[in-house]
């Protein structure tokens, strides 16, 4: 049983595709929220875990800020706005581009609204090729928003500056009890994290648009008495030429993302698991306010 005496609860925002999730995980220790090249590619908000010494800090990775086109897209900026309340700390997560954009100033005057400290860190690091280019970054949203905590240069991708990022979240820990159980470093349900690796799979595997407009919903999620789980799921798309698309040519498509599925909820869940999938057309859904409440993406 760990020693738990003080929480901090940051939240992790910016634009789409900066590394919110990919820094969570790595933080985290473990993927608990799915990351791929395309944008939008969090949809909800999601806690990560991390236990340190006394201190734990549960960190909500949130979807990237964005011009909404749908009332899903609607809901993601919502999230957005609302995770930026009731927390100690925001964390703006950026490019090394020394530009202060549309999306993030429009985060740090919501930040601002809510009187919230905040860190900056700057992304991908590991891109740079002269560190000083990283002194123009500085300084661009130094002029933009003179009052950060930090400014920390990080890599999600390979640890760089991760360790001192920690150290950083720790000072806003409050005295109080464990959020969370030993062992637990997400609130979402296993069912939804495995919905979730399905849909990173369609990210990765489908081309321009087509994977934004699919939904995964899990049908059946058993467990056998010897532990191997029984996993159902439906793939929601927007139209019938996209659901040709998604299962290919004899079927390939879907046995090449449902074969990628199966290996990382097998990992995820330690266990050999039985997946069956289908392919759905709900027309608009995107647009359907009782649908996607549904789906889990519930506005209260």
């Given at each position: 049983?760990?020693?738990?005496?003080?929480?901090?609860?940051i939240t992790?925002?910016?634009?789409?595709?900066?590394?919110?999730?990919?820094?969570t995980n790595?933080?985290?220790?473990?993927k608990?929220?799915?990351?791929?090249?395309?944008?939008?590619?969090?949809?909800?908000?999601?806690?990560g875990?991390?236990?340190?010494?006394?201190?734990?800090?549960?960190?909500?990775?949130?979807?990237?800020?964005?011009?909404?086109?749908?009332?899903?897209?609607?809901?993601?900026?919502?999230?957005?706005?609302?995770?930026?309340?009731?927390?100690?700390?925001?964390?703006?997560?950026?490019?090394?581009?020394?530009?202060?954009?549309?999306?993030?100033?429009?985060?740090l005057?919501?930040?601002?609204?809510?009187?919230?400290?905040v860190i900056?860190?700057?992304?991908?690091?590991?891109?740079?090729?002269?560190?000083?280019?990283?002194?123009?970054?500085?300084?661009?949203?130094?002029?933009?928003?003179?009052?950060?905590?930090?400014?920390?240069?990080?890599?999600?991708?390979?640890?760089?500056?991760?360790?001192?990022?920690?150290?950083?979240?720790?000072?806003?820990?409050?005295?109080?009890p464990q959020l969370?159980?030993?062992?637990?470093?997400?609130?979402q349900?296993?069912?939804?994290?495995?919905?979730?690796?399905?849909?990173?799979?369609?990210?990765?595997?489908?081309?321009?648009?087509?994977?934004?407009?699919?939904?995964?919903?899990?049908?059946?999620?058993?467990?056998?008495?010897?532990?191997?789980?029984?996993?159902?799921v439906?793939?929601?798309?927007?139209?019938?030429?996209?659901?040709?698309?998604?299962?290919?040519?004899?079927?390939?498509?879907?046995?090449?993302?449902s074969?990628?599925?199966?290996?990382?909820?097998?990992?995820?869940?330690?266990?050999?698991?039985?997946?069956?999938?289908?392919?759905?057309v709900?027309e608009?859904?995107?647009?359907?306010?009782?649908?996607?409440?549904?789906?889990?993406?519930?506005?209260?």
């Amino acid at each position: 049983m760990s020693n738990i005496k003080k929480t901090a609860m940051i939240t992790v925002c910016g634009r789409p595709n900066v590394g919110k999730s990919s820094l969570t995980n790595a933080l985290v220790g473990e993927k608990v929220a799915i990351v791929s090249a395309k944008p939008q590619t969090t949809r909800n908000r999601i806690c990560g875990v991390v236990n340190r010494g006394e201190t734990q800090l549960v960190l909500l990775d949130t979807p990237g800020l964005h011009k909404p086109r749908s009332r899903l897209g609607d809901y993601m900026v919502k999230v957005v706005r609302q995770s930026l309340s009731a927390v100690e700390c925001a964390l703006l997560l950026v490019e090394p581009i020394p530009h202060v954009g549309t999306p993030e100033q429009v985060l740090l005057e919501r930040i601002q609204e809510e009187k919230l400290p905040v860190i900056l860190c700057i992304n991908k690091v590991d891109t740079v090729e002269k560190k000083d280019d990283l002194l123009a970054v500085i300084a661009a949203y130094n002029e933009s928003y003179p009052a950060f905590d930090a400014i920390i240069p990080i890599s999600a991708k390979t640890g760089e500056g991760l360790d001192e990022l920690l150290t950083e979240l720790e000072k806003y820990a409050q005295a109080g009890p464990q959020l969370f159980p030993d062992g637990m470093t997400t609130d979402q349900a296993d069912s939804q994290v495995c919905a979730e690796i399905v849909r990173e799979k369609m990210l990765q595997c489908l081309d321009k648009e087509i994977p934004h407009g699919t939904a995964v919903e899990v049908t059946r999620f058993t467990e056998r008495d010897d532990g191997i789980i029984d996993l159902n799921v439906t793939i929601y798309c927007e139209k019938s030429t996209h659901k040709g698309i998604i299962i290919g040519k004899n079927g390939d498509m879907m046995k090449r993302i449902s074969t990628l599925a199966r290996q990382d909820i097998e990992g995820f869940m330690g266990t050999k698991v039985y997946l069956e999938t289908w392919v759905k057309v709900k027309e608009n859904w995107r647009d359907n306010v009782h649908f996607i409440r549904a789906q889990g993406y519930n506005e209260e």
